[in-house]
């Protein structure tokens, strides 16, 4: 029987340098990166002569959510140096995440943490949070 479902080893996760056309550097030895959890407002919109007393909801605006990604700390390395540059810079950058498959999603963002971890007898590691701004793209391979 076939299944469609895979693990998440070959995934890439990517930053843009900003140009025209967009280079996209992958960021070094990625453990693990966790997509934007979207959502989306719902304001109430009940009155006076809502239905049997009933509230009343209507669409409101969309949110792409939070991502993020864990990595082996390497100070200097590929992508990781970029990462904490974005996130001393006030501006929005570009990011990618790229499946096994090949489907990926780009998206603007802001880095809106960067958390080494440096243990005395143990692996260096790092997390980075990216709050996404806009509808990112899905990309199909």
């Known amino acids: 029987m076939a299944t469609l479902a895979a693990i998440g080893h070959g995934s890439k996760f990517q930053i843009g340098d900003g140009g025209s056309p ?6 070094a030895e990625v453990t693990g990166v966790t997509p934007a959890a979207f ?3 719902v304001p109430d919109a009940t009155h006076m002569a809502s ?31 970029a990462i904490f ?6 501006g929005q950058t570009n990011y990618r995440i790229t499946y096994p498959n090949n ?7 802001y880095c809106v943490g960067f958390a080494p971890e440096v243990p005395l007898d143990g692996k260096m590691t790092a ?13 199909s391979a």
């Open 103 to 109: 489907e990926a999603w780009e998206f603007a963002a």
């Open 39 to 41: 959502s989306r407002d």
């Open 51 to 81: 239905p049997e007393k009933w509230r009343e909801f209507i669409p409101g605006l969309r949110d792409a959510g939070e991502a993020s990604v864990t990595m082996n700390f390497i100070p200097g390395g590929p992508g990781q140096d």
């Open 85 to 90: 540059a974005a996130f001393t810079d006030d």
């Open 127 to 139: 997390t980075a949070r990216f709050k996404l701004s806009g509808k990112p793209t899905f990309i």
């Open 22 to 27: 967009e280079v996209f550097t992958e960021v």
